[in-house]
Structures are given as structure tokens and as C-alpha cells.
């Protein structure tokens, strides 16, 4: 029986959180298409990691252990997993749809002649055939793709599944693979976050749009957010006009997220926004126009000043952490 194979990411000594999405949405498919699930870890030092695949419903685990990849090398790594795939022939493979995903997939597509679907927000199967659903022309539209070559290959875009667990018993299996001199190495890498939390990965956000009227009110955002323990999130038009660093868009455009909890403060609600905000659990809005569309999508609604309820809504919050 064939598989779907999911190449796990691996960065800064952590395996992803993202990838716990991946190994659900390879579960799934693997239940439909009556297939095994499967992932391979690439580094070194990955025993510390070869269990937790199997928490989300992965059976078999290979590992290529080697050295040389303490140092990421995207040449080497797609590489490493190109023979992997000629070793195991997958009949599909996944990976995040993260800046490492969107840069060793394609070389890895290259290397296997097949094709591959970036950035898939959700797929679904269809008479035995998986049919990928993908942004493009800038989210424009969503295309439905139906990949031809083999093995079929996709990135998934962070939160657009919702992990979840399925422990089984995992096979944990080393491969022998002949691991090629690097071309190039990551020797550094400088984030401009400052240890914030990024909004793919954040359980709360609270993100802020033109209703904010200047960059040196966004402390309100900040202030709320830090009692929470959130992450900062931002409108296009917030980030076009150089309020908010592009890290923190949400949208179309920007980044699709998926937490528990979303504070809209003075975001009136455009489609572009909502796209990338609409598989939050909770939703709420705080907007002085009671028409603005946002309301139609929140699940609790504020109609009145940010400036005025922000504050408030914070001290409030303060208070019951402190009771």
C-alpha cells in the first residue's frame, strides 16, 4: 500500500507546530484514498522528535540523520527528500506551506518531475482523486487544481487544518541516503519580530485596521493584547500605509489564521480581511458604525469608540487576571 508523505519541518532545534496540521491533513487523505500516512524528518539530532508524528496519526517514521544539516541547506535538503520519495514512491506528499515549505518543494518537484499545488487552503477528494484548492492573482480567486503527475505533491498554508490528534502505534525507520554537498548554507538568520508571537501560531489575536487612525495609537492594540497574551494582527490597508509591519497582515494577501479568538478593533470587515480571519472560533468586533460588515461575521459585537472601549475592555481584563 502506498502513502502520503509529509516532510516534517524542522528550524531552530523545534519541529514546527505546523506540522501537526500537515500530518492531520495527510491523515485525512490517507483515510479517503485508503492509503498509509508517513513522514520524514531530515537534521540531526532528530530522535527527540521521532515520536511526536505519531500523536496525529502518522504509522511509519523515517529519519535521515546527517551532520552536515545543522546548517540548513535548501539545495541539500530537497535533495535528501527527492531520493526519499524515488525510495518510498508516495503517492502524494505535503509540507507547510511555510518560507522553508515555499522554498524546498518546488526543488524538490523539480528533482521527481512531478508538479506541484502551493499554498492549498483546503482539498477535498472526488472519485478517488484529490482535488486541491488554491489563491491566485493575489486571492482573486480560488482555484480548483487537479494534479496529473505522480507522486502529487502540495504545500498546505498554515491554519488551514485544524490538527488533530489520532495516536497510533509508529514504525520509526533510519534511511540510508546519500546526502549531497551542500551548494549553500543558512549561516544566519535575523527576524525583525522581537520574540512577539506570530499571528499564524497565535491562540488569541488582536489585530487593529484604519479605524485606529494613527500608528501612534496602535499601544491600545499592544495593550490589550500583551493582558491576553496575544499576538498583534493588522489590516492591509494598515500595513500599506506603514503603520504595522507586514508580518502581522491578515488576509488575502497577508496571512490566513485560525485561533480561538479574534479581536477586530476599527476594521470595517472587507472581504479581502475576512478571508484570512474566517476559521477563527470566536469573533469579535468593536466598531462605532453598526453597519460595518464585520458584525455580520462576529459572533460578539461592540458598537462604539476603540478609543473609548479599548481601554476599558483592558482594565476590565487586568482586573479578573488579578482577582
Request: aromatic share 6%.
Amino acid at each position: 500500500m502506498s502513502m502520503v508523505l509529509v516532510v516534517s519541518e524542522i528550524r531552530e532545534g523545534q519541529l514546527k507546530k505546523v506540522n501537526q496540521e500537515v500530518y492531520t491533513a495527510a491523515r485525512q487523505l490517507a483515510d479517503s484514498l485508503n492509503l498509509s500516512a508517513a513522514t520524514v524528518l531530515v537534521g540531526s539530532g532528530l530522535d527527540s522528535f521521532a515520536e511526536a508524528p505519531a500523536q496525529f496519526g502518522i504509522e511509519a517514521i523515517y529519519l535521515v540523520e546527517d551532520a552536515q544539516f545543522e546548517k540548513f541547506s535548501p539545495d541539500a535538503f530537497a535533495a535528501t527528500v527527492a531520493e526519499v520519495i524515488q525510495q518510498k514512491s508516495p503517492s502524494v506528499v505535503l509540507m507547510g506551506a511555510t518560507a522553508m515549505g515555499k522554498d524546498v518543494m518546488p526543488r524538490v518537484a523539480q528533482k521527481v518531475g512531478s508538479t506541484l499545488a502551493q499554498d492549498v487552503i483546503r482539498f477535498r477528494v472526488e472519485n478517488g482523486d484529490i482535488v486541491f484548492t488554491r489563491p491566485m492573482f493575489a486571492g482573486k480567486i480560488w482555484a480548483d487544481v487537479k494534479i496529473q503527475s505522480s507522486p502529487k505533491m502540495a504545500t498546505l498554508r498554515p491554519k488551514a487544518v485544524r490538527p488533530e490528534e489520532k495516536a497510533v502505534q509508529a514504525k520509526v525507520e533510519n534511511l540510508s541516503i546519500s546526502v549531497p554537498k551542500p551548494l549553500a548554507v543558512v549561516e544566519e538568520v535575523r527576524t525583525s519580530g522581537g520574540g512577539k508571537l506570530d499571528v499564524t501560531e497565535a491562540d488569541i489575536i488582536v489585530a487593529g485596521g484604519r479605524g485606529m487612525k494613527a500608528p501612534e495609537n496602535w499601544h491600545l492594540i499592544e495593550g490589550l493584547a500583551e493582558v491576553l497574551g496575544a499576538a498583534v494582527g493588522a489590516s492591509r490597508a494598515v500595513v500599506d500605509a506603514g503603520w504595522r509591519p507586514h508580518g502581522e497582515q491578515v488576509g488575502q494577501t497577508g496571512k490566513t489564521v485560525s485561533p480561538t479568538l479574534y479581536i477586530a478593533c476599527g476594521i470595517s470587515g472587507a472581504i479581502q480581511h475576512l478571508a484570512g480571519m474566517l476559521s477563527s472560533k470566536y469573533i469579535v468586533a468593536i466598531n462605532k458604525d453598526p453597519d460595518a460588515p464585520i458584525f455580520k461575521v462576529a459572533d460578539y459585537g461592540i458598537v462604539g469608540d476603540v478609543f473609548e472601549v479599548l481601554p476599558k475592555l483592558t482594565e476590565e481584563i487586568k482586573k479578573l487576571k488579578s482577582e
